[in-house]
């Protein structure tokens, strides 16, 4: 365990917990217990992906974003909407009349990321010629994916592509153009996306194979969609705002990046439980000939963000309206390749949340004494025992986190005994 704690955008609000177990049959990466009443997270193996926030009936996972007002802070506002944003909005006319919208919240410019999605699109298609690289290539731009495989595929991590997110990227090209067409200090510059769930804000705070974000923060779409709505009724269709292409657009939904990144041999899968399926098979070496894995926690990719106001269907519906890639051009020269600082500064690590102890002799004895208690458990996987299977229980009693007892059908069964020792102890008293 990390003497720090991480920064995790998703929380729990206890007091409305109800322990109904949702989200502990629902977490990925089994970083859910339910003791004393109450839901918990554990820190180590939380990726922020939404899902406990989709399950929970009571409201009570949420995810800390930073309010519109963050922006105050900065002489100089540049908004960074998010592709899906763009289908958050039934009877939008065209993508430049919404960004003229977002200028009208406060900033001084809009920046697609959409944008930043055409330059990474080119920066992958230029890394996927190189035949020393192990296959498939594994996206890098959904960080609950690239967590995920920190926390369960650490052998997958040398997959994954060393180009940053869209957003980082989209943030850097703005800062610069900005400062550039101002004439004014970069340091006075404030970049905020407008996300559209979680795990984006985890990742500019814990950044994944970079030391710092070139993002300042993080708005929610579900924040700002009321005020935005009531703008965009009077908003003028300046057509000159969208610069990027349909291929940038179409990364809001699941396919949208493999469809920009071209290669021969490509598979987009969406849905946290999708993908686990889908890496299984990769680490297994099932899927053979498979150039480019795209990978989205969301069903339906980012246009499914928890954060987002839309339904997942009518929003993805909407983009795929917005867009045509058949006569797409990234249009991405090859001078943006070196202008900036695309590729990942440091080496993906993986997460040792699912170790069982630093020292090996002492692993092999709990890994033992797991599987002894396992064996003796009756393999429902019920989740009353507040771990969400038997063998996570397994490991939270060697860890000291759980009490053999906790499990209701063992309570049930020493019951059972204790009241037949009482019975035979009732006949022989009587005798």
Same mark, same amino acid.
């Given at each position: 365990?990390?003497?720090?704690?991480?920064?995790?955008?998703?929380?729990?609000?206890?007091?409305?917990?109800?322990?109904?177990?949702?989200?502990?049959?629902?977490?990925?990466?089994?970083?859910?217990?339910?003791?004393?009443?109450?839901?918990?997270?554990?820190?180590?193996?939380?990726?922020?992906?939404?899902?406990?926030?989709?399950?929970?009936?009571?409201?009570?996972?949420?995810?800390?974003?930073?309010?519109?007002?963050?922006?105050?802070?900065?002489?100089?506002?540049?908004?960074?909407?998010?592709?899906?944003?763009?289908?958050?909005?039934?009877?939008?006319?065209?993508?430049?009349?919404?960004?003229?919208?977002?200028?009208?919240?406060?900033?001084?410019?809009?920046?697609?990321?959409? *944008?930043?999605?055409?330059?990474?699109?080119?920066?992958?298609?230029?890394?996927?010629?190189?035949?020393?690289?192990? *296959?498939?290539?594994?996206?890098?731009?959904?960080?609950?994916?690239?967590?995920?495989?920190?926390? *369960?595929?650490?052998?997958?991590?040398?997959?994954?592509?060393?180009?940053?997110?869209?957003?980082?990227?989209?943030?850097?090209?703005?800062?610069?153009?900005?400062?550039?067409?101002?004439?004014?200090?970069?340091?006075?510059?404030?970049?905020?996306?407008?996300?559209?769930?979680?795990?984006?804000?985890?990742?500019?705070?814990?950044?994944?194979?970079?030391?710092?974000?070139?993002?300042?923060?993080?708005?929610?779409?579900?924040?700002?969609?009321?005020?935005?709505?009531?703008?965009?009724?009077?908003?003028?269709?300046?057509?000159?705002?969208?610069?990027?292409?349909?291929?940038?657009?179409?990364?809001?939904?699941?396919?949208?990046?493999?469809?920009?990144?071209?290669?021969?041999?490509?598979?987009?899968?969406?849905?946290?439980?999708?993908?686990?399926?889908?890496?299984?098979?990769?680490?297994?070496?099932?899927?053979?000939?498979?150039?480019?894995?795209?990978?989205?926690?969301?069903?339906?990719?980012?246009?499914?963000?928890?954060?987002?106001?839309?339904?997942?269907?009518?929003? *993805?519906?909407?983009?795929?309206?917005?867009?045509?890639?058949?006569?797409?051009?990234?249009?991405?020269?090859?001078?943006?390749?070196?202008?900036?600082?695309?590729?990942?500064?440091?080496?993906?690590?993986?997460?040792?949340?699912?170790?069982?102890?630093?020292?090996?002799?002492?692993?092999?004895?709990?890994?033992?004494?797991?599987?002894?208690?396992?064996?003796?458990?009756?393999?429902?996987?019920?989740?009353?025992?507040?771990?969400?299977?038997?063998?996570?229980?397994?490991?939270?009693?060697?860890?000291?986190?759980?009490?053999?007892?906790?499990?209701?059908?063992?309570?049930?069964?020493?019951?059972?005994?204790?009241?037949?020792?009482?019975?035979?102890?009732?006949?022989?008293?009587?005798?």
């Amino acid at each position: 365990m990390e003497a720090t704690k991480r920064f995790h955008s998703v929380r729990l609000e206890a007091d409305k917990c109800r322990a109904c177990t949702n989200c502990l049959k629902r977490c990925p990466t089994e970083a859910i217990r339910v003791r004393g009443g109450s839901a918990h997270i554990i820190d180590e193996r939380c990726i922020d992906c939404g899902e406990c926030i989709r399950v929970c009936g009571y409201h009570a996972k949420v995810a800390v974003t930073d309010p519109l007002s963050i922006i105050e802070g900065w002489k100089y506002k540049i908004a960074l909407p998010a592709p899906s944003l763009y289908g958050q909005f039934k009877n939008l006319k065209n993508i430049s009349q919404l960004l003229s919208a977002i200028k009208s919240l406060g900033f001084d410019e809009v920046f697609e990321v959409a *944008r930043g999605a055409d330059v990474v699109s080119r920066a992958i298609r230029e890394r996927l010629k190189k035949p020393d690289l192990p *296959r498939p290539v594994i996206s890098s731009a959904c960080p609950a994916i690239v967590r995920l495989i920190q926390v *369960r595929f650490p052998d997958l991590i040398d997959h994954i592509v060393d180009i940053r997110q869209p957003m980082e990227v989209a943030a850097m090209i703005a800062r610069r153009e900005f400062a550039r067409k101002h004439q004014v200090p970069e340091n006075e510059i404030g970049c905020f996306f407008l996300t559209p769930c979680p795990a984006k804000v985890t990742a500019i705070h814990h950044p994944i194979g970079h030391e710092k974000s070139a993002v300042n923060g993080a708005i929610s779409v579900m924040e700002i969609y009321g005020p935005l709505s009531a703008l965009l009724r009077k908003a003028p269709t300046d057509e000159g705002l969208q610069t990027s292409s349909d291929f940038g657009v179409g990364w809001a939904r699941s396919g949208g990046e493999s469809d920009a990144v071209c290669p021969a041999e490509s598979m987009a899968v969406d849905g946290i439980a999708n993908c686990i399926k889908v890496l299984e098979e990769i680490e297994d070496n099932r899927l053979n000939g498979l150039e480019f894995f795209e990978g989205a926690a969301c069903l339906g990719g980012c246009v499914g963000g928890p954060l987002n106001f839309e339904n997942t269907y009518v929003a *993805r519906n909407w983009i795929r309206r917005l867009v045509d890639i058949r006569d797409a051009d990234l249009n991405v020269d090859n001078g943006m390749m070196t202008k900036y600082d695309l590729y990942d500064s440091t080496r993906i690590q993986p997460n040792s949340a699912l170790k069982l102890d630093d020292d090996l002799v002492e692993a092999l004895r709990k890994m033992e004494r797991i599987e002894e208690i396992y064996a003796s458990l009756p393999g429902y996987d019920c989740g009353s025992c507040g771990s969400p299977t038997c063998r996570t229980f397994a490991e939270d009693i060697v860890q000291g986190n759980a009490r053999e007892m906790d499990c209701i059908h063992r309570m049930k069964d020493h019951l059972k005994v204790m009241a037949q020792q009482m019975v035979e102890l009732a006949e022989t008293t009587r005798e």
